[in-house]
């Protein structure tokens, strides 16, 4: 089978193309917020105006004409309300007008399900961490269980709110980790709690430095060391209780090399293996929404037109009641 995922949960407009698990196309754009966060209205009419260059693009990469496909799969949440809508509008019209199967895939779920296939790593530890999202989870019995979580932003918007306070054209984690390659370590407020996480503290304190005079290198350095410091704690003690030997690192932030290398240290150092999927896979994008779309409807079939709506807050402890509630409802 053919699926074809779309992803709009956020900044993102992504569509990508899968096969029976081998991606055939992976194409994006994304909306680029000038001196503000995102603005829901204007991620919006991004996603509609580029809905459908977006889409040819993904079948020309993957050299398939839209009869060939035979699900649509799409991003259903947690999101934002409006550019979530436009993309779930666009799945509906496509599955509506070319008469296709459609389902709707939780977006945390897809960005785990997408690097277990590509790392060939099963039944992982996870670590989930994004702008909006940072997650400790574990599978039990086929449902997921968040262990730990941020108690305030997500650690991306940690990174993106400094990136507007240091004034960066670009206000993203990305840009702050080049910056961050160059800088020295000043303390910040480190704050664990069992297998929870408080970032706030961090950004009123690189702040009123940054007022003060401290180097933007050095602050957005030390903002990143102390953050995944903090991580990798709660991930560790994650590891001892579940007593997994394996872990995967997922989400936006997981593009991070100086993550990457503190969480290979502390694996090498507990005997755990460690993987993450290729960055292209860990932005936002449709291949994930595409795959983890393929195995859901294996699982369930699928959703009834009049499911297929946004579920902004949409935890992933719910998604076998949410699926399993929209097969009760097909006709
Ligand atoms: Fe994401």
């Not at 003060?212 to 350095?221: R, T, V």
């Amino acid at each position: 089978m053919i699926s074809l995922g779309i992803e709009c949960t956020a900044h993102t407009l992504g569509m990508g193309i899968v096969k029976d698990g081998k991606v055939l196309s992976n194409a994006s754009d994304a909306y680029k917020p000038k001196d503000e966060g995102i603005l829901p209205r204007k991620a919006a009419d991004h996603h509609a105006e580029v809905f459908g260059k977006i889409l040819e693009d993904a079948l020309n990469q993957a050299r398939i004409r839209i009869s060939d496909i035979g699900l649509i799969a799409f991003s259903q949440g947690p999101g934002i309300g409006s550019p979530l809508a436009v993309g779930i509008s666009g799945a509906r019209y496509l599955a509506g007008r070319f008469n296709k199967r459609i389902i709707g895939v939780n977006h945390c779920y897809a960005h785990i399900v997408i690097s277990e296939h590509l790392t060939g790593l099963h039944e992982p530890l996870v670590l989930y961490l994004s702008g909006g999202n940072s997650q400790i989870l574990v599978r039990r019995d086929g449902v997921w269980h968040v262990l730990g979580e941020t108690l305030d932003v997500g650690i991306g918007n940690l990174f993106d709110s400094f990136g507007r306070v240091i004034g960066l054209k670009y206000a993203h984690g990305s840009e702050l980790e080049k910056l961050a390659n160059k800088g020295k370590y000043i303390e910040m407020p480190y704050t664990v709690k069992g297998m929870n996480l408080v970032f706030s503290g961090i950004l009123t304190a690189a702040e009123k430095l940054h007022k003060s005079g401290a180097k933007k290198e050095d602050l957005a350095f030390s903002l990143m060391e102390t953050s995944f410091a903090m991580a990798c704690e709660a991930t560790e003690r994650a590891l001892f209780l579940t007593k997994k030997k394996k872990l995967i690192c997922c989400g936006g932030v997981a593009q991070n090399t100086r993550l990457k290398t503190m969480l290979k240290t502390m694996c090498d150092e507990d005997g755990v293996e460690f993987g993450v999927a290729p960055n292209e896979f860990n932005r936002d994008n449709g291949a994930m929404i595409a795959y983890a779309g393929e195995l859901l409807f294996k699982k369930y079939g699928a959703m009834p037109m009049e499911r297929c709506v946004a579920v902004t807050n949409y935890r992933i402890e719910r998604m076998e009641e949410i699926l399993r509630t929209s097969r009760r409802t097909r006709k």
